[in-house]
């Protein structure tokens, strides 16, 4: 796609923001990485306070996708920090958003990719292997689903059912 803002996005698609097919994330992620912008088709996961999964994903070739966690909100610890981050960047991955916390941010700012996460922590999180992979989740009163396309800018994120073309 070529670079359109999400703005613009939005102004050009008032039928499927009526439709349900493009919806607008909550404004509550705070970005990361040297990638504002960026866009592609969404792996999910969803876990709680463990990064076994998040860090296996990122390990994978990332082929322009963004991973999507659902991390439950939690603002106790961070599942997603810099090595898994600085892995993703080389495996292709697009980017990666973040319901939860991040570390190493530093790091991370220094990354070639997109991050948005809630906030910023320093306690890492468990390694138990807990989660959902490629299951529907809700995020930033969004449901979000495998497969689905997110665009990321500085004016927010949107999900769209189809990849967009404009």
């Not at 050009?12 to 607008?24: D, F, K, T, W, Y």
């Not at 909100?73 to 991040?102: E, F, K, T, Y």
Request: aromatic share 6%; net charge negative.
């Amino acid at each position: 796609m070529a670079f359109v803002t999400t703005a613009e996005v939005c102004d050009s698609n008032p039928q499927l923001i009526v439709s349900g097919e493009l919806r607008a994330l909550q404004p509550v992620f705070q970005i990361y990485g040297r990638r504002p912008v960026f866009s592609g088709p969404v792996v999910t996961l969803k876990v709680f306070e463990d990064n076994v999964l998040v860090r296996d994903f990122l390990e994978e070739k990332g082929n322009g996708r963004v991973l999507v966690v659902d991390g439950g909100g939690s603002l106790r610890c961070a599942i997603l920090g810099g090595n898994p981050v600085v892995q993703a960047q080389n495996n292709g991955w697009a980017g990666i958003v973040v319901n939860g916390c991040i570390r190493d941010v530093d790091e991370i700012n220094g990354c070639d990719i997109g991050v948005r996460a809630l906030a910023s922590h320093p306690m890492k999180a468990n390694k138990r292997g807990i989660g959902e992979k490629h299951v529907p989740i809700t995020i930033a009163g969004t449901r979000i689903c495998d497969g689905e396309w997110l665009y990321a800018d500085t004016d927010g994120l949107l999900i769209s059912k189809t990849e967009l073309s404009v």
